[in-house]
């Protein structure tokens, strides 16, 4: 028996179709072989393939919202790819995908960061949905390394705190230095004051 499960967003919604496989004894509520999905963005075209397809569109942009979330701006793909997602030039983010068949043209589709949100948020639902017993082959999250870090300027905001900590405590220790030195010249200005004041008298 087909089993359809959707998963909607403000701006996005993905739906599944497929069966359990009776072989291994699944309950007739899963889905364990992928027969057709279907992904609408609002503006853009309804786009559907195989789980390859679909697979290949997941990790790609769950892994450009990781960079992104991490303050990088990273193409994730490369020319031939059923998927690549880049920042786009002027605004928003660019996904381009590629047909298998042949003499179909590329989709270039532009999509802001509430799209891209609700977007991660429909593959997060499907992967972590117990009824859908597929493996997508999502590669472990890994920390980012250190070009990484570099090229986006993280290693710049993550030690600014610390320097301006640094810096805020040798002025006020500097402060704090210099006002002995300011009450003795105080001090001696009385001094001179009273001289003075002496002297007329």
Same mark, same amino acid.
């Given at each position: 028996?087909?089993?359809?499960?959707?998963?909607?967003?403000? =701006?996005?919604?993905?739906?599944?179709?497929?069966?359990?496989?009776?072989?291994?004894?699944? %309950?007739?509520?899963?889905? =364990?072989?992928?027969?057709?999905?279907?992904? $609408?963005?609002?503006?853009?075209?309804e786009l559907e393939g195989k789980k390859e397809h679909l697979q290949c569109f997941m990790n790609s942009?769950?892994?450009?919202?990781?960079?992104?979330?991490?303050?990088?701006? $990273?193409?994730?793909?490369k020319q031939g790819d059923f998927v690549t997602i880049s920042p786009n030039n002027s605004s928003g983010?660019?996904?381009?995908?590629?047909?298998?068949?042949?003499?179909?043209?590329?989709?270039?589709?532009?999509?802001?960061?509430?799209?891209?949100?609700?977007?991660?948020?429909?593959?997060?639902?499907?992967?972590?949905?117990?009824?859908?017993?597929?493996?997508?082959?999502?590669?472990?999250? $890994?920390?980012?390394?250190?070009?990484?870090?570099?090229?986006?300027?993280?290693?710049?905001?993550?030690? %600014?705190?610390?320097?301006?900590?640094?810096?805020?405590?040798?002025? =006020?220790?500097?402060?704090?230095?210099?006002?002995?030195?300011?009450?003795?010249?105080?001090?001696?200005?009385?001094?001179?004051?009273?001289?003075?004041?002496?002297?007329? $008298?």
């Open positions: 028996m087909k089993q359809n499960y959707r998963y909607d967003q403000a =701006s996005a919604r993905l739906e599944l179709e497929g069966i359990a496989d009776a072989s291994l004894g699944l %309950s007739i509520d899963t889905i =364990s072989i992928l027969l057709l999905w279907r992904l $609408k963005l609002i503006g853009g075209p942009v769950l892994q450009y919202s990781r960079y992104r979330l991490s303050g990088i701006k $990273k193409k994730i793909g983010h660019l996904l381009v995908l590629t047909s298998t068949k042949e003499g179909v043209s590329p989709v270039e589709i532009v999509i802001d960061d509430a799209e891209l949100t609700d977007l991660t948020r429909c593959f997060d639902q499907l992967r972590t949905d117990s009824r859908v017993l597929i493996n997508w082959d999502i590669p472990k999250e $890994k920390g980012l390394n250190a070009s990484e870090l570099i090229s986006s300027k993280l290693l710049l905001r993550f030690f %600014s705190a610390p320097i301006v900590a640094v810096i805020s405590l040798v002025i =006020s220790s500097t402060s704090f230095l210099l006002i002995p030195e300011l009450q003795h010249q105080n001090s001696q200005y009385e001094n001179v004051k009273s001289g003075t004041n002496y002297i007329k $008298k």
